[in-house]
């Protein structure tokens, strides 16, 4: 079993460790703690008065919950087809919950690549596939951001970023942040993209890393990264036209909707807002999309907290502060507190089958 799950002992009692349902208590506190925070700060109760709660907010709110469903499934059928059919749709959803649920809560040293090998590991994919669908789904993941942030900056200017800016130099730590983490992307993609079209010669340079002094200490992990990339170039290329067509379809599919639900909920609750308004709709995605980069690496369970503090900086020109928190509160309703609370219920009956089928394994060998 070792051998199957690419992790260490000690690495796989951390990722178990990371994906406790108890862990749910420290996002939902930062986050609704923050939330809190800003209403007693910023409320405006005349801010208040104007939304509408007539049709519109529940019309847009369960728009944004279809489309976060939708979105959810779009990622089920890309594991099915990451997969070759090894996994069911139905399976796939399963696993995507408890994906997303481990991005959720876990924190920063695991990270959602050890947490997805070892879920899919448990699920009796061989080796080669495990870490080839991992490192797959970080290349066209990469892809997707490398591609489309700097178009959505080139088409609308340095306000995508922050609003009300004219130039470059009216971003500040915003513009500086966004340059480092799409830096990362760059760096981060790249490795794993030349590691499957030239796994030798990448394989060869990730060794030459481990052996710099300070990174001494980490030789073991980035030897391992060099080896999965080595099986991952294998197992990828050897996949049809149709399999990599199907992959970087559904992930961009996933990625857009997933930053449509922002613009949805903001909908909600912000009238004059309207599909007809081209230029509007794509503000308001290239906000969520680079939001949504800077904000990856907060060194909180899933961003909470962060992310509730920097929303409403994002979108002032759209939503008041006055009623920013509150909009805040709809979208992680919509598309973050649900999967705490269907993990809680999911990974204890999923660990319980992994339990079981463990030592009906270590019976079957006995005997």
Do not use: C
């Not at 992790?7 to 460790?17: A, C, P, Q, R, S």
């Not at 409320?43 to 709660?53: L, P, T």
């Not at 760059?186 to 002094?213: D, E, H, M, N, W």
């Amino acid at each position: 079993m070792e051998s199957r799950n690419n992790i260490e002992n000690g690495d796989e009692e951390k990722v178990l460790n990371s994906i406790k349902t108890s862990r749910i208590v420290i996002p939902l506190l930062l986050g609704i703690g923050v939330i809190l925070l800003l209403v007693w700060k910023q409320f405006d109760i005349d801010e208040f008065n104007k939304i509408n709660w007539g049709g519109r907010v529940l019309y847009f709110t369960l728009l944004a919950i279809f489309t976060y469903l939708v979105r959810h499934l779009v990622l089920s059928y890309r594991l099915k087809v990451l997969s070759n059919d090894h996994f069911s749709l139905a399976k796939s959803t399963e696993l995507i919950t408890i994906w997303e649920f481990a991005s959720a809560v876990s924190p920063t040293s695991i990270g959602g690549s050890a947490v997805s090998l070892f879920l899919l590991a448990q699920e009796k994919l061989s080796a080669a596939k495990t870490v080839a669908l991992v490192v797959y789904s970080i290349v066209a993941d990469s892809i997707f951001f490398i591609v489309s942030l700097p178009i959505l900056y080139f088409m609308l200017g340095p306000e995508s970023i922050r609003p009300d800016a004219s130039s470059f130099s009216d971003l500040g730590g915003y513009g500086l942040t966004f340059i480092l983490v799409y830096i990362f992307i760059v760096l981060y993609g790249a490795l794993f993209t030349f590691g499957i079209l030239q796994p030798r010669l990448i394989k060869g340079i990730i060794k030459s890393i481990a052996k710099i002094p300070f990174l001494k200490r980490f030789e073991a992990s980035i030897n391992k990264t060099a080896e999965d990339i080595i099986i991952s170039s294998k197992e990828i290329t050897a996949q049809p036209f149709g399999f990599h067509f199907k992959v970087f379809v559904t992930t961009f599919i996933a990625w857009v909707l997933r930053f449509f639900a922002i613009t949805l909920v903001i909908m909600a609750l912000v009238s004059g807002i309207e599909f007809s308004n081209g230029h509007d709709q794509l503000l308001l995605y290239a906000r969520s999309e680079i939001m949504h980069s800077i904000t990856q690496f907060s060194p909180t369970p899933g961003g909470a907290g962060v992310t509730e503090l920097l929303f409403g900086g994002f979108y002032s020109d759209y939503i008041s502060s006055g009623i920013s928190s509150l909009v805040a509160l709809l979208w992680r309703l919509v598309t973050y507190y649900p999967y705490l609370i269907i993990g809680a219920f999911i990974i204890p009956n999923w660990i319980r089958k992994i339990w079981i089928r463990r030592r009906q394994d270590r019976t079957t060998e006995v005997s």
